[in-house]
């Protein structure tokens, strides 16, 4: 005769548990990496825009993104201040990495907030949308920023259904940064 025993399983949790343990430790990791990443891209960024003539005291923003599908983000900086504004709005840059260096590829004065990078592309790389006041407009109108020729540059108007197919990269009241002196 045989005999089968039958034992409650009373530790029937600890499988999905450590499953979780292990995604949420990756999860941690990757979020550590991107943190050591953009932390990386600042301090080069910094540089750049220091090389670039932007002063220590300009108040920016700017937000990391692969706008052409390199899986390389290019950073979107939107600059403001004396030296960077105008009646029409202020200066956006556009840099992409090169050997692990910034490089200015689109300098686009007279931007208003917020930015927005539309779903729509031009040569593989992502339409952006800004809010452009002046050159004898009393209204402000929603501008689109495409790629071509190796740059950014204005283009025209952008549609209320291509605005919404976008998103925000940089809000109407962003956060301002300073550069840290010490990069």
């Known amino acids: 005769m045989k005999l ?7 530790f029937n949790w600890i499988g999905p548990l450590c499953g979780f343990m292990l995604l949420s430790s990756h999860g941690a990791a990757v979020a ?19 090389d ?4 220590k005291s300009t108040p920016y923003t700017k937000e990391y993104v692969d706008l052409n599908g390199d899986d390389i983000p290019e950073a979107i900086v939107y ?5 960077w504004c105008g009646s029409g ?10 050997s692990g260096k910034w490089k200015v590829i689109s300098k686009i004065p007279t931007v208003n907030t917020p930015i927005h990078i ?14 452009q006041v002046g050159g004898g407009e009393l209204v402000p109108k929603t501008v689109l920023i495409n790629f071509k020729a190796g740059k950014y540059a ?16 940089i809000p109407e009241k962003p956060q301002w940064l300073f550069m840290d002196p010490d990069a």
């Open 79 to 83: 600059l403001v201040g004396p030296h």
């Open 118 to 131: 539309l779903a729509s592309k031009e040569q593989q790389w992502q339409d952006l949308s800004v809010i």
């Open 52 to 55: 670039f003539k932007v002063v």
């Open 154 to 169: 204005k283009r025209g108007p952008v549609s209320l259904e291509r605005l919404q197919q976008g998103k925000v990269v």
């Open 32 to 50: 550590e990496s991107k943190v050591q990443i953009d932390k990386i891209n600042d301090q080069n960024l910094t540089r750049v825009l220091l």
């Open 4 to 10: 089968s025993l039958s034992i409650p399983n009373k």
């Open 89 to 98: 709005g202020c200066t956006l840059l556009i840099l992409k990495q090169e």
